[in-house]
């Protein structure tokens, strides 16, 4: 429990520690691609921590990093297959990202700085942690971003095939400024995520941040 | 589509950094002086393209003729760690001097994802050799470009009087928000 809180707070990867950028900016324009993108992510850094923090002891540390990028870029090929046969049309909107986790600073820092030095279960237990936190922020920069710039809340609308439902919404009532289109394009995503993580320093953090 | 057109779209309306959020870490970690943006910028300019070429190559006549293209991710990103590698092992051959003032921005150049994702776009654009290269050229330079503007904005942060809670990554997003909606007026979004 103290890792999940942990994870989502001290060590939130997205707002604390400016990690794993690339996707927070660029698949946070839907709720729904927010959070799958989110799950990819955890499922990658649950069983590359448990394959790293498995054989730390054999790995030699000259040739740890190419070790621990191939065992990623393992697992994500293992997700682009079962992405590309079971959500197509998702497969197509995140495309390259998903290729990315192989690069993704959050799941290589982590192997390297954590799970190289520590036995299994503390490893699976902060990659939930960590996971879950990236998740949560994705959540988070996607609530806002889709509902400001599109006006929609799209939870289920792609996974549909496998779920059977859909489940989009309208939230905002009908105004003149909203939808504002703004939020929906790269601008927003950066402005969005920068008065996140301002609002973040300033009332979850509680000032500890500004320190350095 | 002529690559003319491929060269500059990838400069200015399909910037890596500003429109595909490609290499963040590098842009926000390294843009601190104007020096050091520059080293970065010729370091991927270089990496970026040959990489390309050759990840180009390798899934046109390697990949693609043996049916294992799912193994595309793998193979690209142990190219470019090759790459980065071998560029290494010759600049520190002929050039200790330049070895040492890249430093670590080298090495990490691996890990940086605007190379991989460019890799990976040229293959899911279906460029042609010629575009493959005009595209890797364009993305690279707008790189640079993008981080060195940045970089200049960034020297400016310490005079001025910043909310606490804004400095250092808020601060910049706001600030790459605003570079966007700049660019956007001139690509009519």
Known sequence: ?212 | MGLISIFTSAILTQNIILTRFLGLCSFFGTSKSEKKALLMGGCVTFVMLISSIICYLVYHFVLKPYDIIYLRTISFILIIAIMVELIELILKKINPTLNDSLGIYLPLLTTNCAILGVCLLNINNAYSFMETIAFALGSSIGFTVVIYIFSTIQTRFEKINIPKCLKGYPISFITAGLMVLVLSRYIGV
């Open chain 1, 1 to 212: 429990m103290k890792t999940i809180i942990n994870g989502l707070k001290d060590e939130n990867p997205v707002f604390a520690l400016g990690l794993g950028l690339c996707p927070a900016l660029a698949v946070t324009t839907k709720f729904e691609n927010a959070y799958i993108m989110g799950l990819c992510v955890l499922f990658i850094l649950l069983f590359s921590s448990l394959i790293t923090s498995l054989f730390r002891k054999i790995i030699p540390p000259s040739i740890q990093m190419p070790t621990f990028i191939v065992i990623i870029a393992t697992f994500v090929t293992i997700l682009e297959m079962f992405l590309s046969t079971y959500l197509k049309d998702l497969y197509y909107i995140l495309n390259v990202y998903i290729a990315l986790i192989v690069v993704n600073c959050i799941v290589l820092g982590r192997c390297i700085s954590f799970y190289s030095k520590n036995d299994v279960l503390t490893s699976l237990k902060d990659a939930v942690g960590i996971g879950l936190g990236f998740m949560v922020s994705l959540m988070f920069i996607a609530f806002f971003r889709e509902i400001l710039g599109s006006n929609t809340l799209t939870i289920m609308d792609a996974t549909s095939s496998i779920t059977g439902y859909k489940a989009v919404y309208k939230i905002l009532p009908n105004m003149k400024i909203f939808p504002l289109s703004l939020f929906a394009t790269p601008a927003g995503a950066f402005i969005t995520i920068g008065i996140l993580m301002g609002l973040f320093n300033r009332f979850i953090k509680g000032g500890k941040h500004g320190s350095n």
